[in-house]
């Protein structure tokens, strides 16, 4: 095929031949250059919009470790038991200034915190049922962390025979993400305990007499009994569900307070972490 054609120019007023390209024809679309165009362009929106959702994912960790952060600077105490008149037999380790608390939300009835390293150390809250917290921080907006809440239907001064607290599974080990980490036996060893601080000063401890994987519905999220024999029942089941034998003595006089987060396995499952009520330090004069 010749690509050139030939064309008459002038030169100095003479005219003469030259041979220039021909125009190819411009090729007509298929229906595959079609798909193909718009298979990039779904690409692109899709792309966009997991950029834009990751944005917000990482949006919203960084703004609710800032929330949380800056209440443990304002709320929390580490008392000094080295003193003379310090007893670290009695005294509770740290000092909550729920004061300070109500002021930034009233629902507020408790601080929830681990051994150092510390890897659960939050306020806890109540709303008035059990999704108000899921989303939201305890600054009102909304926000993937969400808050550490206790079950609607407990009392909140955690009196109860069985308080359940809910928190999320957070990917940056916020929250209740460090919780599974109790699948682990040796995890437990290091840390058979969690302590809950409630307003009138207290420093409850609980020891941790089970953990392991339960389904939403599960019987192990009951927390009002008929009487001494069906919580007796609870307590069974309880110790069936453990991944391990955590060697405790529980009875119809215990008051279990359990942990629930979510599990990377479905939607249906939960990880617990359920302790007992072991010791109570109250400030002195109390």
């Known amino acids: ?33 079609h798909i193909s165009t718009l298979i990039l362009i779904i690409a692109i929106v899709v792309l966009v919009v997991c950029g834009y959702k990751l944005y917000q994912i990482q949006s919203g960790y960084w703004e609710g470790d800032k929330d949380y952060k800056e209440l443990k600077e304002l709320a929390i105490q580490e008392n000094d038991e080295t003193g003379e008149d310090a007893d670290a037999s009695t005294e509770p380790r740290y000092t909550i200034d729920f004061g300070a608390l ?14 150092e390293p510390a890897i659960i150390d939050y306020p806890v809250v109540q709303g008035r049922d059990n999704e108000v917290y899921l989303h939201r921080t305890l600054s009102g907006y909304e926000n993937t962390m969400g808050a550490i809440f206790i079950n609607a239907g ?29 699948n682990a036996r040796s995890f437990w060893e290091q840390y058979p305990y969690f302590y809950i601080y409630t307003p009138d000063g207290a420093e409850i401890r609980y020891k941790i007499v089970a953990a392991g994987v339960v389904l939403s519905n599960s019987d192990l999220y009951q927390y009002a009994f008929a009487s001494d024999e069906d919580f007796e029942q609870f307590l069974g089941l309880l ?18 307070v359990t942990l629930s987060t979510c599990t990377a396995a479905t939607g249906e499952n939960r990880f617990i972490v359920s302790g007992v009520k072991d010791e109570v330090r109250v400030p002195r004069g109390q």
């Open 239 to 256: 110790n069936r569900t453990a991944l391990y034998d955590t060697g405790a003595s529980l009875n119809k006089d215990s008051q279990i």
């Open 102 to 115: 109500e002021g930034v939300n009233s629902d507020i009835k408790a601080w929830l915190r681990f051994d």
């Open 1 to 33: 095929m010749n690509i050139y054609k030939q064309i008459f120019v002038n030169e100095g007023g003479v005219m003469k031949k030259r041979k220039v390209p021909r125009r190819g024809r411009r090729r007509r679309k298929t229906i595959g250059d």
């Open 154 to 182: 407990n009392k909140a001064d955690f009196t109860d025979r069985h308080t359940i607290v809910y928190g999320h599974n957070m990917n940056n080990g916020s929250m209740f993400g460090e919780l599974d980490s109790y």
